[in-house]
């Protein structure tokens, strides 16, 4: 079943989708991979760039068909670009321009005949013209499903419950926002996350990377299918986070991890900027799937959009990698300049509206978002919303059902009683950190009515996970009087206690994580997501 | 397996075991209408308090049995062994909760021993270690105030209260208790900043 699981993957993703995955089969045969392109104008004029066990760079030129076969008249589409592949040098720092590098097209498909018959022609063109060494090489389907089957799949879970898991997620209609909880039973199994399993050996660890790498792509079959953006990058950021807290688990050095990060990176800024692009360039506004009862998530995707495309802005700025200035100038505008067409749902948003205060501060306007940081403080710390754990279906469901008998409300909100919140605590202390003493004076009062709850993992790398079996349900009830000092020492707390290193120094990576997964935006999160001001 | 239908089940289920939280509740008289916050992770409870110290303790289990027999029982009889759950619930966590609670107030001193007498002074003496809330009037708040004991200690709780009530000298000491912690609560209000 496995093995067809595989099968039926490639036969549906894309050139983007499987790129990733083919990277780490690349790592798996030994080749060290420098460069998986962003599909950004400076590409180096190829996919994916690698050096082979033998020292040889190689590039490798990636095409998607999915269940079909590359002919020939798609060839010749792509010939004046495969002729580039095979005849110029790769401009690379780490590749030397004296050593004559191995070209590859590589399709998940199959190649029709007739393409394979003017490739070797052109192949002897070359040899004829004294260029022996410039040959175009070919990998299809059967080669990629060969390597993929060596990424020990055989470590898969697979108990009854996982299997059912698992094909819950494949036969998902893909049009869903990513289960994370059931991606993170599997994925914790087959990185061996659970409390008390021992650590892994190097062999083993780096075995169970490539695995899961491939499982994460085959779990998003469904939703590569449906171009869901969000889902995609959510899976690809889960999958990162859990292989730093499995490398922290064991010990791993960071080494080990980086190669694999920086091509999932790369995955999600492209998903990232698809799913911008999408929402930047609509002629008609932004719904999705059935209008008529769009409405009651309207709202939802409009702020779950603003925060990601703060986060994308805030990438690219520090990383001065816009697709184009027409993209940007078109992102500046759908940020908007403040919060009120932004919705508070519950407290898993407040992680959105602070990715959009953020770039505003990235952009210049320090004032306005430190008055709309003070203002998301005030809210929380005056309205009683659902808690971080429950998702925004459930809260919708609870909105309904006050008014439709036919929703039950799936959990009860009480809005008597003093304020209990699972972000006033980092708000406060976010407002300290950057020195807004009088603003947190103004809300003290108010503020040590409530009760802050924090939950907090018994180990660093239990921070990576969605769901953790041990850790601490901190509550905290705020000091009165309470000394301006001893808040400023809190705020300024060594995040690393509570934080994996290696998420500390990705912002981008720690920035997703508190949107995909809102309960772990503690408050050495919340100080520490540093995207350093524009160069 | 027998032929079975699990999606009718898994409704009544849902409304099964919301009877039993929801009678637990009302069998906790004590407890039963506190503020409840769901825990959806971990191992461990916490609490920093106003005073900074903190107090971290295992979350504890709460079990309970009863025995169906699906063949003979009706819908009155099963609801009737899930109210007896409930019961079994209830006495589990007001047992460890009222032990927690001893435990944390011997530890900060908010405590009065009656020394096996429950009388006026034992009650009066009670008051003096509460800490009351001021309601929106600048009033002592006492809506939400509960006087708790064991049912074999009723009777003499009333008489206390009568004694205080109709004995001058003790009622007037109430009014001075009830005066301080109007003060005390006005001073708490005041402290409510964040200073140099």
């Known amino acids: ?535 | 397996m027998l032929p079975d239908l699990p999606a009718v089940k898994r409704k009544l289920l849902k409304v099964q075991m919301d009877f039993v939280q929801n009678t637990a509740r009302e069998l906790m008289p004590a407890f039963g209408e506190c503020q409840t916050i769901h825990i959806f992770e971990g191992n461990q409870q916490g609490v920093e308090r106003a005073t900074g110290d903190t107090d971290i303790r295992d979350l504890n289990v709460a079990s309970a049995e009863v025995a169906v027999a699906p063949h003979k029982d009706d819908l009155g009889t099963v609801f009737s062994k899930l109210h007896d759950m409930a019961r079994q619930f209830a006495e589990q966590f007001e047992k460890k909760s009222f032990q927690h609670l001893n435990e944390v107030l011997d530890q900060h001193g908010q405590t009065a021993d009656a020394k096996g007498t429950l009388n006026a002074d034992t009650l009066l003496e009670a008051f003096s270690k509460i800490e009351f809330p001021l309601g929106p009037n600048g009033e002592i708040d006492l809506s939400n105030f509960k006087l708790v004991c064991a049912p074999s200690a009723q009777d003499r709780m009333k008489a206390a209260m009568l004694e205080i009530e109709n004995i001058p000298e003790k009622k007037r000491r109430l009014e001075e208790i009830m005066q301080q912690k109007k003060e005390a609560a006005l001073a708490r209000e005041a402290d409510r900043k964040l200073v140099e």
Not at chain 1, 142 to 158: F, I, M, N
Not at chain 1, 521 to 532: G, K, S
């Open chain 1, 1 to 535: 079943m496995l093995e067809k699981l595989i099968e039926n993957w490639l036969n549906s993703a894309g050139e983007r989708t499987y790129q990733p995955v083919f990277c780490q089969m690349l790592a798996r045969q030994g080749y060290t991979v420098i460069h998986s392109t962003r599909h950004s104008p400076i590409e180096y004029g190829k996919d994916i760039i690698a050096i082979h066990l033998d020292g040889t760079p190689c590039a490798f030129q990636l095409k998607g068909n999915p269940g079909s076969r590359l002919t020939l008249a798609q060839y010749r589409e792509i010939a004046p670009q495969l002729a580039e592949l095979v005849n110029q040098q790769i401009e690379h720092p780490a590749i030397s321009k004296t050593i004559q590098h191995r070209t590859f097209l590589v399709t998940n498909g199959e190649i029709d005949e007739e393409v394979q018959q003017a490739i070797e022609q052109t192949n002897a063109s070359n040899v004829r013209s004294g260029y022996p060494d410039r040959i175009l090489q070919t990998m299809a389907k059967g080669q990629l499903l060969a390597w993929a089957k060596e990424l020990d799949v055989s470590l898969w879970p697979s108990e009854l419950d996982d299997t059912k898991a698992l094909l819950e997620i494949l036969t998902n209609s893909g049009n869903e926002l990513f289960p994370a909880g059931k991606f993170h039973e599997l994925l914790s199994r087959l990185l061996k996350l659970e409390f008390g399993q021992s650590e892994l050996t190097a062999a083993e660890f780096n075995r169970r990377i490539s695995s899961s790498a491939l499982f994460t792509a085959i779990c998003l079959t469904p939703f590569s299918k449906r171009d869901n953006h969000w889902a995609i990058i959510s899976a690809w950021a889960l999958f990162s986070v859990y292989l730093i807290a499995s490398a922290a688990k064991s010990g791993r050095p960071e080494k080990e991890v980086a190669d694999i990060l920086a091509i999932t990176e790369e995955a999600i800024f492209n998903e990232l900027t698809s799913l911008m692009n999408e929402t930047l360039y609509r002629e008609t506004p932004l719904v999705e799937g059935d209008s008529l009862s769009d409405f009651v998530v309207y709202q939802w995707r409009y702020t779950l959009l603003v925060g990601i495309g703060s986060l994308t802005w805030m990438w690219m700025n520090h990383a001065d990698a816009w697709p184009n200035l027409d993209f940007k100038a078109k992102l500046e505008k759908f940020l908007p300049e403040d919060q009120s067409t932004l919705q508070l749902w519950g407290d898993a948003a407040v992680p959105q509206f602070l990715l959009h205060i953020w770039q505003i501060e990235a952009k210049g306007n320090a004032k306005k978002s430190r008055e709309l940081l003070e203002s998301l403080c005030n809210r929380c710390v005056h309205i009683h919303l659902p808690a971080v754990y429950r998702d925004v279906e459930a809260v919708i469901e609870l909105v309904l059902s006050e008014t439709l008998d036919d929703f039950d409300p799936p959990f009860s909100l009480d809005q008597n009683g003093p304020i209990n919140s699972w972000m006033t605590k980092q708000l406060v202390l976010h407002m300290a950190r950057h020195g807004m003493k009088t603003e947190c004076q103004s809300i003290w009062a108010d503020y040590s009515k409530t009760t802050s709850f924090v939950f907090l993992p018994s180990e660093p790398w239990m921070y990576g996970l969605f769901k953790c079996s041990h850790g601490n349900n901190m509550q905290y009830v705020p000091k009165t009087p309470e000394k301006w000092e001893n808040v400023l020492q809190e705020a300024n707390a060594n995040p690393a206690e509570n934080i994996p290193l290696e998420l500390l120094s990705r912002p981008w990576l720690l920035a997703l994580w508190i949107l995909i997964c809102p309960q772990r935006a503690i408050p050495a999160a919340i100080n520490n997501i540093v995207f350093r001001a524009a160069k």
